[in-house]
């Protein structure tokens, strides 16, 4: 599937993303540079507090008070929930804005069409944005783009790799850099949240919901990938969500489909699974945090997204004072009786943002209800829409700002970032990882015969190509490409024959524990089927490049060399 890639100066950065994940086409290409979205916010919607460059969203609380002070129940209710419609209509989002006042709705792959181009992300976001009217402040428009298997903004964003990918890579420098690079391109298709990075702590093979989308199994390493790449988010001016607390990594069941139950207490998770969210609410980064669909031990059948106890802790144990959403409330694990029940349950527990519940509209009918009988406390929601308005004021101030500074570079020459395929080859290279082998292929090849799914050697000959490398059926020396698993709702990755176990090479595609049962003098990891990440395998089968990643997470038998 081609996708077209452009090396854009001034922080307007560009490229595409398959939702299937699966591999792409590369071709430079340039594309014309525009402000981003947020600078271009009407005056009503434009903040009065000037964003410094340390400025966080507590910075416009009593502006985002003034605003919530001024709001009707219909608002109030409103002002707490991200909402979600059916079809590739925009204008059904945009009613939903307007008739409910929601803070806004965060855009799902079935609002996009097959190979969505940029242009139309823009047009559908900026009809968003612009049915919240004169409120003071601008429509929350947010999408879960991680990068690798959850990339939901489709083949309009640039490409990028799973969190494990800088797990491996071990450079915060530069996972800040590709972060912000994301952080622009969002913004600039109209986007004004992120719902990433992914903070949970995984335990790997044994985790089928995060996986990969983690940056390994360990807490440290977690804390320092997730506080780089929330800097970067932060640095771009887009709103960004640690999740899912209180840890989903350990957990051996998907809460897409059923309620998993953690077998540790709140007190038992803190020493591992709290880590990454209490050293980023120490650091002062983090925008919000989101609240995960997990069971604890002391009632099973209880969301913590719907659980006082999970909010209490991230408040108290954690100290976040800023921004609290809930995940998915349409997802398999929320059951809560009649329509918008879930939305005020989730409220009532402690949330600031109850993030797509099953029905937009009954949700913001049931809060208004429960606003009128006093089940929902009026004070603590407008608290809580003050925390909703005050990240939606920063995310409209610091965007601003940021395109503004960057003009300012780009007239005086200045590039404030490398290029973006520079930036993602650059991870590529430092993410590989040699499992079994020599950091430096120890004998260099200039021909390999390759086995995977027909995308995954197309893809893998281009790169070979460009690095001087042939591919062909004859050659003695032989690469599987191995697949991962599936990942929500990702089929392509399944296409792929396992029948080269015995090959010279094996690249691990996803988790390096897809690798068990190959026997292969050399196994690599690259942690997606990305591009780069095929160009990074090819220069090191030619020799041009020593792999210095590390194995972010244990695996069982592997006894990887030290490359750092």
């Known amino acids: 599937m ?20 699966c591999s792409r086409e590369q071709t430079e290409g340039s594309r014309e540079q525009s402000s981003p979205v947020a600078a271009e916010t009407p005056a009503a919607n434009v903040p009065t507090t000037s964003a410094q460059p340390d400025a966080r969203p507590a910075d416009f609380t009593d502006e985002a008070t003034g605003i919530v002070a001024e709001m009707d129940d ?134 089928p919901a995060i996986s990969v989308r983690s940056a390994g199994d360990d807490p440290q390493r977690v804390s320092s990938v997730v506080e780089a790449a929330v800097t970067g988010y932060d640095e771009a001016g887009i709103i960004s969500s640690l999740k899912h607390f209180p840890g989903h990594g350990a957990l051996t069941e998907d809460s897409h489909e059923t309620l998993p139950v953690s077998e540790k207490s709140l007190d038992e998770l803190a020493d591992r699974d709290f880590v990454p969210f209490a ?61 918008g029940q879930e939305t005020v349950r989730a409220l009532a527990a402690g949330a600031d943002l109850a993030l797509l519940p099953p029905d937009s509209a009954a949700a913001a009918e049931a809060v208004r209800t429960a606003l009128e009988d006093g089940t ?19 995310q409209t101030a610091v965007a601003g700002q940021t395109g503004a500074d960057q003009t300012a570079a780009d007239q005086s020459g200045e590039e404030s970032v490398p290029g973006e395929n520079e930036l993602r080859q650059q991870l590529a290279d430092a993410a590989l990882t040699v499992m079994t082998g020599e950091c430096r292929f120890a004998d260099p090849v200039d021909e390999v015969s390759v086995t995977g799914s027909d995308l995954g050697v197309k893809a893998f000959t281009e790169a070979a190509e460009e690095a001087g490398l042939k591919v062909t059926d004859s050659a003695e020396t032989t690469v599987a490409l191995v697949p991962g698993p599936l990942l929500g709702s990702e089929t ?67 006894e990887p060399p030290d490359c750092s």
């Open 2 to 21: 081609a996708r077209t890639s452009s090396i854009v100066l001034a922080g307007l950065l560009a490229g595409a993303l398959t939702l299937t994940g």
């Open 279 to 339: 050293d980023a609410a120490e650091a002062g980064v983090a925008t919000s945090m989101m609240v995960g669909h997990i069971a604890l031990p002391d009632d099973e059948t209880l969301p913590a997204s719907l659980n006082p106890k999970a909010y209490q802790a991230l408040r108290e144990d954690v100290g976040f004072e800023g921004l609290i959403v809930t995940d998915a409330l349409n997802m398999g694990a929320v059951t809560a009786g009649s329509p």
């Open 492 to 558: 392509v990755k399944q296409a792929t024959a396992r029948n080269s176990t015995t090959a010279d090479i094996a690249v691990a595609l996803s988790g390096p524990w897809e690798l068990d049962g190959f026997d292969s003098g050399t196994q690599l990891a690259i942690y997606d089927d990305w591009q780069p990440g095929m160009a990074a395998v090819a220069s090191y089968l030619s020799g041009d490049l020593e792999a210095t990643g590390s194995l972010p997470v244990q695996i069982e038998g592997a």
């Open 376 to 394: 929902l406390k009026r004070e603590d929601l407008k608290e809580s829409a003050t925390r909703v308005v005050a990240a939606q004021l920063w």
């Open 74 to 207: 219909t608002a109030l209710a409103g002002a707490v929930i991200m909402g979600s419609y059916d079809g590739t209509d925009a204008a059904a989002g945009a009613k939903l804005i307007r008739d409910h006042q929601l803070a806004g709705v965060i855009v799902m792959p079935y609002n996009l069409p097959q190979d969505v181009d940029r242009q139309t992300v823009g047009t559908m976001t900026e009809e968003f944005r612009t049915a919240a009217g004169e409120r003071g402040w601008q429509t929350m428009i947010g999408v879960d783009q991680e990068g690798g298997p959850v990339t939901r903004a489709g083949s309009a964003a640039v490409e990028l790799p799973p969190l494990m990918a800088h797990g491996a890579a071990d450079d915060p420098a530069l996972t800040s850099q590709i972060t912000a690079l994301q952080g622009r391109d969002l913004i600039e298709l109209g986007f004004t949240t992120d719902f990433a990075p992914v903070a949970d702590v995984t335990v790997g093979k044994d985790d």
